[in-house]
């Protein structure tokens, strides 16, 4: 069974900076896309990247977020600076993941989520 576990996160003042990490475990085989997610109102892709190193960002956070990936320890971070109140959210670790062996279909893998609140 795979899992996707957050951690970091927490109390920024605006302008500040915060790291939050996600660690995949399980059966895993393989892993397409990592990426962060944020839940408001609707829930608002913030930035992924590829198994290649290809990357995307909403541009509300462009030029102060930065995702990083680590393939063999099948973790992903987001590095977030010049924090803004507007940032403050539950943020959310996803993944296409391939479990078991070369025939499984990727399939899209959540976390918990890891609340990241930013103060004025």
């Known amino acids: 069974q795979v899992q996707l576990v957050e951690s970091g996160g927490g109390l920024a003042q605006a302008g500040g900076s915060l790291r939050i990490s996600c660690a995949a475990s399980?059966?895993?085989?393989?892993?397409?896309?990592m990426g962060w997610y944020r839940q408001g109102p609707g829930r608002e892709l913030v930035a992924a990247i590829t198994?290649?190193?290809?990357?995307d960002y909403a541009d509300s956070v462009k030029g102060r977020f930065t995702i990083s990936r680590d393939n063999a320890k099948n973790t992903v971070h987001l590095q977030m600076n010049s924090l803004k109140p507007e940032d403050t959210a539950v943020y959310i670790c996803?993944?296409?993941?391939?479990?078991?062996?070369?025939?499984?279909?990727?399939?899209?893998?959540w976390g918990q989520g890891t609340q990241v609140t930013v103060s004025s």
């Open positions: 198994s290649g190193g290809s990357t």
């Open positions: 996803n993944a296409e993941i391939q479990d078991y062996s070369a025939t499984s279909a990727y399939v899209d893998y």
């Open positions: 399980g059966s895993i085989f393989s892993i397409k896309t």
